[in-house]
């Protein structure tokens, strides 16, 4: 396994089955990652120096996942120059995600974090892999072959609805 370029970060481990999304589609389009669960509450310290870190360790973007107050994502894009993309996460005691999704998009200027829909990690991914695909021939490449995967999955449906209705 070489260097992790995509840093995942969470903040709690009960985030892990949305934001094995990311982790997934990573996987596919041939790019390394690291996976790591800082809170902007409870871990406050970690979390900023990972995103102090992040570029001198190899990292080219983060995706940081978080519920409720959702302020990890904003946190390490105020500590970093990399691109930080938000995934909000709908939790059990969440204002149906909107909570998450407005504390992650609502940034102040100068501090800018892209953000995905609710519970979007595999999106994530993707626009981490488009991001680095713009230095990187061979990522463009998978990434341009994923996005044919899609279209032939939307052709092969099509075609399922057509033998379905008889036309």
């Known amino acids: 396994m070489s260097r992790p370029r995509v ?37 406050p310290k970690e979390a900023i120096n990972y995103s102090f870190t992040a570029e001198e360790r190899g990292l080219s973007v983060i995706i940081a996942g978080a519920r409720s107050a959702a302020h990890l994502p904003g946190v390490l894009a105020a500590c970093t120059p990399l691109p930080v993309i938000g995934v909000p996460i709908k939790s059990s005691n969440s204002l149906d995600g909107w909570d998450s999704i407005l504390s992650i998009l609502q940034m102040p200027s100068g501090v800018p974090v892209a953000t995905v829909a609710l519970d979007g990690a595999k999106n994530a991914g993707i626009l981490a892999a488009q991001m680095i695909s713009v230095g990187n021939e061979q990522i463009r490449k998978n990434v341009k072959a994923f996005k044919e995967g899609l279209k032939q999955k939307s052709i092969d449906g099509n075609q399922k609805v057509a033998e379905k209705y008889g036309y």
Do not use: C, F, N, P
């Not at 709690?12 to 690291?34: F, N």
């Open 7 to 43: 840093g995942i970060v969470m903040g709690s481990a009960s985030d892990l089955d949305i934001m094995d999304g990311a982790v997934s589609v990573l996987k596919e389009l041939g790019i390394d990652s690291e996976v790591k669960v800082y809170s902007a509450h409870r871990t």
